[in-house]
């Protein structure tokens, strides 16, 4: 599985490049086609950044990332 730094992750931020990803427990996922990530935001969400300290805080559980491509792992630097 393709491996990227946190730097790449950071410019799949849905500004810098079309890419919409984000990280969860080191997996990297592609978000680009959901409605709710607009614009690289998802409430108080950002992407393009590892969201594995933020997900405790949502109204959801982890099984949301099932609906999402895999896009690599996150380089543990």
Sequence with gaps: MQEYTVSELALRNGQDRPE???AYKGIIYDVTNSR???NGKHYQH???QDLTSEFEL???T???FKNFPIVGK???E
Aim: glycine fraction near 6%.
């Design 36 to 38: 709710l990530w607009r």
């Design 62 to 64: 982890d099984r949301v």
């Design 46 to 48: 950002w992407a393009g």
């Design 58 to 60: 949502a109204p959801h």
């Design 74 to 76: 996150l380089k543990q």
């Design 20 to 22: 919409i990803w984000v």
